[in-house]
């Protein structure tokens, strides 16, 4: 068993269990519970998530990607205004990128108007950031690796073996 292994399963899915993972793994749940216990620990397992079709429940939000352009700042980089940004609720992913633009922020608000005044008065007069370039989602396919609408789902045949 590696740790790794552990890991990748309990990617695919958080809910199950030490003993089930243990089964998959050969090794024994409170090995299991131990790799666990210590990564979570270590923040090496940051938070087990739920990914929820807002659309389907009838809550639906607004998604946007922002790119942020800025001037580093001396000594800390980039570091300051990205600290500055993921501190704000709406901005649920912030990533440092190579490329034309500095920052990736995906944001959501419950209509576009309130993404975008975010973007005006949140993220846009911080300090060092030279621009912005909103886009927003029209439709989520997939998201960490789950298709949200598989038209295949009700085209399944069954298997005889």
Same mark, same amino acid.
């Given at each position: ?60 939000? /607004?998604?946007?990607? &922002?790119?942020? $352009? %800025?001037? =580093?700042?001396?000594? !800390? ?37 309130? /993404?975008?005044?975010? &973007?005006?008065? $949140? %993220?846009? =007069?911080?300090?060092? !950031? ?32």
């Amino acid at each position: 068993m590696s740790n790794n292994e552990i890991f990748s399963i309990l990617e695919k899915d958080a809910k199950l269990t030490p003993e089930q993972i243990a089964a998959m793994t050969g090794s024994s749940a409170a090995e299991v519970s131990q790799v666990i216990k210590q990564a979570e620990k270590d923040r090496a397992i940051v938070k087990y998530k739920t990914l929820i079709n807002w659309d389907k429940v009838g809550n639906e939000h /607004v998604w946007a990607l &922002v790119e942020v $352009k %800025i001037t =580093p700042q001396r000594e !800390v980089g980039f570091d300051a205004i990205a600290e500055r940004i993921y501190k704000f609720d709406e901005a649920r992913t912030v990533y440092l990128m190579s490329g034309t633009y500095d920052l990736a922020v995906i944001v959501t608000g419950r209509t576009m108007q309130e /993404v975008a005044e975010f &973007v005006t008065r $949140k %993220i846009a =007069p911080i300090e060092g !950031v030279t621009g912005t370039v909103s886009h927003f989602v029209l439709r989520r396919y997939k998201e960490d690796g789950e298709i949200f609408d598989s038209k295949e789902e009700g085209k399944r045949q069954a298997v005889i073996l």
